[in-house]
């Protein structure tokens, strides 16, 4: 019977860690979000301008050399991408590399005309 009862708070226990650890990946995520939603317009500044394209990994690359700042919001754009490709996976069961990678699919379809893409075999155009 103590067995049990001990059981049954480790298992409490366990849940409540869970549940503390899933509210702040939800946390994490909305900050993500957040970052992401205010840099759009520079993105696709960059992306207009011909400076980037987005890459067949659902990821930002520059097309050729970048300023500090224009290279700055690249890499803060594809740190907090790859963190949602990671949860995407997590909740799946499918790899980062395949949720970019469909992501990418995605992207492709709702670029704007002149943007660079690359396709899967690696091959960049514009749309």
């Known amino acids: 019977m103590k067995t049990s009862a001990l059981l049954r708070v480790g298992l409490i226990a366990v849940s409540l860690f869970a549940g503390a650890v899933a509210a702040r990946a939800a946390d994490d995520l909305g900050a993500v979000r957040s970052r992401m939603e205010k840099r759009i317009g520079s993105v ?3 992306k207009d301008r011909g ?3 987005e890459n067949n990994r659902g990821l930002l690359e520059g097309r050729g050399a970048l300023g500090g700042a224009d290279q700055q919001v690249v890499n803060d754009e594809n740190a907090d991408r790859r963190k949602v490709y990671g949860a995407l996976a997590a909740q799946t069961g499918a790899s980062a590399d395949e949720v970019g990678r ?4 995605q992207l492709a379809d709702l670029a704007r005309p002149g943007h ?4 899967a075999g690696g ?3 514009r749309k």
């Open 123 to 125: 091959e960049w155009r």
């Open 116 to 119: 660079w893409l690359q396709t």
């Open 102 to 105: 469909k992501r990418a699919a």
């Open 44 to 46: 696709n500044s960059l």
């Open 51 to 53: 400076a980037v394209g």
